[in-house]
């Protein structure tokens, strides 16, 4: 090769570690995780490919080229490629070997209607369900450093990230997202600038925004007390989006906080 090509992954926040191309590497992640990338290429176009899915990776100056891989909080166990590909030929040939995360047992008791639900409501919920994830696949124009201020307020996690929910006894998906607990009409700021793709009140999630940062990476906001935004709104980071409440199916006031990357279930705190 013309090129001389170096990279190096790591798993944030925890794992960095080094590679040269000519040599195959087995990274590690857990479920849930999000997994860097730097390279130094010296052309100008690249392409990072893994679970059969081009991820973000763009030039940030003088050869240096920046990318995420992300694992869904229910990514099956085992060793999968990462290619690493210029326009003519492939640059590297990884692996990387996803393994099970350690998450808790939640249970919460709520009222009977917001567990048992007849055709008319479970018609609703399916529909609200379908309208939220087609934000996840929803086109953004920005090119972002994957990368978050912080939380949306500083709270306690009550529920945290891929936790095995119990709803009155009776077992549920696992927890998407993570529930930070905060006094009723807390502020609640976008860590992450954004376009606002949809604002809704919802049965089970409440007052509800999600928010498009580009390159399919997609933040929700649930149980809100209130919304501050529109859609179709660009947010600067920061920005307040609303406050927080106990709307939809709650048992006090808390905002669910979850994110999709290229519709990958994934840990917000991974991208702090």
Request: hydrophobic content about 40%; charged content about 20%; glycine content about 10%.
């Amino acid at each position: 090769m013309k090129n001389s090509i170096k990279t190096i992954i790591c798993l944030i926040p925890a794992l960095c570690l080094c590679s040269n191309f000519a040599f195959a590497t087995t990274w590690k992640g857990v479920q849930g995780d999000v997994v860097g990338v730097e390279t130094t290429y010296a052309g100008d176009k690249l392409e990072l490919t893994c679970f059969g899915k081009n991820w973000p990776l763009k030039s940030v100056g003088h050869g240096v080229w920046r990318g995420w891989i992300v694992i869904d909080l229910k990514k099956k166990q085992g060793k999968y490629n990462i290619m690493l590909k210029s326009a003519k030929d492939s640059v590297a040939n990884d692996f990387l070997k996803v393994s099970k995360g350690s998450f808790r047992i939640s249970h919460i008791e709520v009222a009977k209607k917001m567990a048992v639900f007849d055709k008319q409501t479970l018609a609703r919920i399916r529909a609200e369900v379908k309208t939220l994830k087609a934000t996840y696949v929803e086109r953004v124009d920005a090119n972002p450093d994957v990368k978050m201020s912080g939380r949306p307020f500083e709270g306690i996690v009550s529920t945290p990230f891929g936790a095995q929910r119990f709803v009155n006894g009776e077992p549920r998906s696992p927890h998407s997202g993570i529930d930070i607990a905060a006094p009723a009409g807390t502020v609640i700021e976008t860590p992450l600038a954004g376009r606002v793709l949809l604002v809704a009140d919802m049965y089970l999630n409440g007052k509800t925004v999600a928010i498009g940062h580009g390159n399919g990476l997609v933040s929700v906001y649930s149980h809100m007390h209130s919304t501050a935004v529109t859609r179709g709104d660009w947010l600067e980071t920061r920005q307040k989006i609303g406050e927080v409440g106990a709307t939809g199916r709650a048992t006090g006031p808390h905002l669910h906080w979850g994110v999709r990357f290229n519709n990958a279930r994934i840990n917000p705190d991974s991208l702090l």
